[in-house]
């Protein structure tokens, strides 16, 4: 089965990691330092392996809780999830010389001769957005989703292919207009984890309800594990679930979480950046 959610989430953060690899990669060719080229390598597969580690201690370690400890640690894995998903939103969007801001870092540490440096920079870039990958495709799934491995694949693979393109080509890719569109898929899918968090936390007893079921949408389950579309647990429903965050009997507290998530964060994303300058 293939999850969009999962495809999404691996194939912004892949490309993030491949533009910020690609960009030094092209400014060592530039300035006659293809001689450090190894030691990126050498930092990207060491950024790989931590997010493989960590998917693996995911998989094996932090799993198989039940009852109240289960619903502490998917909520706020949820929360957390959610949390980095807008710094890493907001931080994009403020990031409008990241390419000279990664140059300048590539010019001390080649200047100085620092090839360590330049290994340090690869690995926490690309490390970074291996463990943001990791941690929100167990959200995701936490959340009532799926994150089937092939998705999440391919996701990788259609980056790299991308980067590849961006950085061997001349034509020009907008790379804006995706940034903007998958951001605020991103905000909805943040919203959600925020909503499905604080459900879990509120099974624990952690929130109160104050009213259990705001409404009630979900169609009616005729046979058992048999779901209609729209169902939150149906082909539709987990799907819109997932992504964007759809309950069909959400409690006051989950419905005020997402909707005050939704026009904070939409506010925030939408607005201008001041670029005002100083006058003498």
Do not use: C
């Not at 710094?87 to 001769?113: C, G, P, R, T, Y």
């Amino acid at each position: 089965m293939f999850s969009f959610t999962s495809f999404i989430i691996t194939f912004r953060e892949s490309l993030e990691a491949a533009l910020i690899v690609g960009i030094i990669l092209a400014y060592l060719k530039h300035t006659k330092a293809t001689k450090y080229n190894n030691i990126v390598y050498l930092g990207m597969g060491a950024g790989i392996t931590v997010a493989v580690i960590l998917a693996y201690v995911f998989e094996n370690y932090l799993g198989g809780f039940t009852g109240r400890t289960e619903e502490l640690f998917e909520g706020f894995i949820m929360l957390t999830a959610a949390l980095l998903v807008s710094f890493m939103i907001f931080w994009m969007k403020q990031q409008k010389e990241l390419a000279s801001k990664i140059k300048q870092q590539v010019d001390v540490h080649v200047e100085k001769n620092h090839p360590w440096g330049l290994f340090m920079l690869t690995w926490l870039s690309v490390g970074r957005e291996g463990i943001e990958t990791v941690l929100f495709l167990n959200a995701a799934e936490f959340a009532g989703g799926s994150s089937p491995f092939w998705s999440g694949i391919l996701g990788v693979v259609v980056a790299i292919i991308l980067g590849y393109i961006i950085f061997t080509t001349t034509k020009k890719i907008p790379l804006k207009h995706f940034f903007n569109a998958t951001s605020m898929l991103l905000i909805f899918f943040a919203a959600g984890l925020i909503a499905h968090g604080v459900h879990e936390l509120q099974e624990a007893a952690l929130i109160p309800f104050i009213i259990e079921e705001l409404w009630n949408i979900n169609p009616a389950v005729i046979t058992e594990g048999v779901y209609p579309m729209m169902h939150e647990n149906g082909t539709i429903g987990s799907f819109l679930k997932a992504l964007l965050g759809y309950n069909g009997n959400p409690s006051l507290i989950e419905f005020t979480s997402y909707l005050m998530y939704l026009i904070a964060a939409g506010y925030v994303f939408l607005r201008p950046i001041k670029t005002g300058s100083k006058t003498q």
